[in-house]
C-alpha cells in the first residue's frame, strides 16, 4: 500500500506531463483528420487519480506477485494519456486506422468485440464496437521542446460518437458499481442501449453510402471537403484495387480550398482531372499529385495555390523572391513540356509524363535527367516537403530558363526538318 501511496503521490507531480502529452497527440490526430476530410470528434485527458489509484488497486490484487517498485506500476498502466476518436460514420475506422498508424509508433492494437468474462446478464448483442492502439509521438512531427513528449505511451480509442456514449455509461456502472452489483433489470436495460446504438450504426453506415451514391452523380458538386474526400477514396480506392499504391490521401481541405477558388468542384470537372493524372508512386501523397494535375502550366494558378497554402509565412523577402524566380521559370518550361507530351493526342491533358517523352525521342538523355532534377525541386518546394535555399532556387531557375532555351531551339530544328521533308 505504501508503493501505491508513492506511485499515486509521483504521478500526481507527473499529471500536467500526461495531460500534454494527450492535448498535442489530439491536436496532431484533429489536424490530420480534418485535413482528410473524417468528420470526427477529438479528446484527450490523462487518468483521473482517484480511478488510476481504483485501477492500481485492483491489477495489485489480481497480481501473482505484488508490484515491486513504481517502474514496474508505469509498464503496467498504459493509458496515463488518453486520447478519444469520436467518428461521426463509423465505416471511416479503416481510414483512421491507416492515419494513426502513420502518424504514431504503434505497439500494440487492440479491436473490439473480443472475447471476455461473461457478465452475470447473458447479453444479446456484441457490446463494445472499437479499436485502441497503445502508441507514442513520433519525434520528427514534434518541435524541439515538446520531444520530450514521444516518450509518453498514448491510449488512443477510435469508436463512433454513439459508441462512446454508450460504453461511458456501461463502464462506469458495470465496472465500476458506486452501489453494488448492478440487478439483471439493469444490465438487459444496458443491453437493450447497445443493441439500439448498433441499430444506430448501422444508420449512420447507410447514410454515409447515401450520401456517396448522391455525389457519384455526373451532375453533382462537392458542397464541402467531407464530400469531396468520400469521392475520392471510393474513386480511388476502385482504381488501385490490385495496386500497391498506399491511399495517402493527404491534406483534402486544401485541395476542397483550391477546387472552390478555381470553381471546379463539379464531379464532372475533379474527374476529368483525376483520369489524366499518372498516379506515382513517391514523396507527393494523393492529394497533392491532384493538384498537380489542376494547376500544371498555370502560373496563375501556382500563386492562388501558395496562397492557399500559406507555406511561406516567416520567410525573408529575398527567400520568396528566389521561390517566385524559380516557379516562373518552371512553369514556362511545363507548359512546354505539357504540350510536346501530349502535341499528338488531343483528347489528354495534364501535366507532362516523363516516361512519354523518353518514348518520343526527341529530347537526348542528359535534358532528360535534368527535367527529373527541376521536377523534384519544383515538388520538394511546392508542396513544402523540404523548402531548399536561395541560393539553389536561383541556381535551378537559372537551370530551368536555359534548359527551356534549348529545348526551344531542338523544336525549332525539329520543325524546319520537317518543312524541308515536305
Not at 503521490?9 to 489536424?31: D, P, S
Not at 455509461?169 to 448498433?198: C, F, R, W
Not at 514523396?283 to 489542376?294: A, C, F, G, M, V
Not at 509565412?313 to 512546354?336: H, N, P, R, S, T
Amino acid at each position: 500500500m505504501d508503493l501505491i501511496n508513492q506511485f499515486m503521490e509521483n504521478y500526481k507531480k507527473k499529471i500536467l506531463f500526461f495531460e500534454t502529452a494527450g492535448r498535442l497527440a489530439a491536436a496532431q490526430l484533429e489536424e490530420a483528420l480534418q485535413a482528410a476530410g473524417i468528420r470526427s470528434i477529438v479528446t484527450s485527458r490523462a487518468k483521473n487519480p482517484a480511478r488510476l489509484k481504483s485501477k492500481v488497486l485492483r491489477r495489485n490484487a489480481k497480481r501473482t506477485e505484488p508490484y515491486k517498485n513504481m517502474k514496474e506500476i508505469y509498464e503496467d498502466i498504459v493509458d496515463l494519456a488518453g486520447v478519444r476518436v469520436s467518428l461521426y460514420f463509423p465505416g471511416d475506422r479503416d481510414k483512421v486506422n491507416t492515419l494513426i498508424r502513420r502518424l504514431f509508433q504503434i505497439s500494440e492494437t487492440k479491436q473490439f468485440p473480443e472475447q471476455s468474462k461473461p457478465p452475470t446478464y447473458n447479453k444479446r448483442f456484441s457490446g463494445y464496437w472499437a479499436n485502441h492502439y497503445r502508441a507514442s509521438m513520433r519525434e520528427e512531427f514534434l518541435e524541439p521542446p515538446q520531444k520530450k513528449y514521444a516518450s509518453a505511451r498514448i491510449e488512443i480509442q477510435v469508436a463512433s460518437v454513439l459508441m462512446h456514449a454508450w460504453s461511458e455509461v456501461e463502464h462506469d456502472m458495470v465496472y465500476k458499481p458506486m452501489q453494488g452489483t448492478l440487478s439483471d433489470e439493469e444490465l438487459a436495460i444496458l443491453d437493450e442501449l447497445n443493441g439500439l446504438v448498433l441499430a444506430g450504426e448501422i444508420a449512420l453506415e447507410r447514410l454515409q453510402d447515401a450520401g456517396n451514391i448522391r455525389i457519384r452523380n455526373k451532375n453533382a458538386a462537392f458542397s464541402s471537403q467531407y464530400d469531396l474526400a468520400s469521392y475520392l477514396y471510393n474513386y480511388l480506392s476502385g482504381q488501385f484495387e490490385n495496386e500497391e499504391i498506399e491511399l495517402r490521401m493527404g491534406n483534402i481541405e486544401l485541395l476542397y480550398r483550391l477546387i472552390s477558388r478555381l470553381k471546379l468542384t463539379g464531379v464532372k470537372e475533379i474527374e476529368s482531372v483525376l483520369k489524366s493524372v499518372k498516379f506515382e508512386k513517391d514523396k507527393r501523397n494523393l492529394s497533392q499529385q491532384i493538384i498537380d494535375q489542376i494547376i500544371t502550366g498555370n502560373e496563375k494558378r501556382y500563386q492562388i495555390y501558395q496562397e492557399l497554402k500559406a507555406g511561406h509565412d516567416g520567410m525573408d523577402d529575398v527567400q520568396k523572391a528566389a521561390i517566385d524566380y524559380f516557379i516562373e521559370q518552371w512553369v514556362a518550361l511545363e507548359k512546354v513540356l505539357n504540350r510536346i507530351t501530349y502535341q499528338n493526342s488531343p483528347k489528354s491533358r495534364g501535366a507532362f509524363n516523363i516516361n512519354r517523352l523518353k518514348r518520343m525521342n526527341l529530347l537526348d538523355k542528359d535534358t532528360i535527367n535534368q527535367i527529373i532534377v527541376l521536377r523534384k525541386v519544383r515538388n520538394v518546394l511546392t508542396h513544402d516537403i523540404e523548402i531548399p535555399d536561395k541560393a539553389n532556387l536561383l541556381k535551378h531557375g537559372d537551370e530551368a530558363r536555359k534548359l527551356l532555351a534549348r529545348i526551344n531551339e531542338r523544336l525549332a530544328e525539329t520543325e524546319k526538318a520537317g518543312d524541308k521533308a515536305q
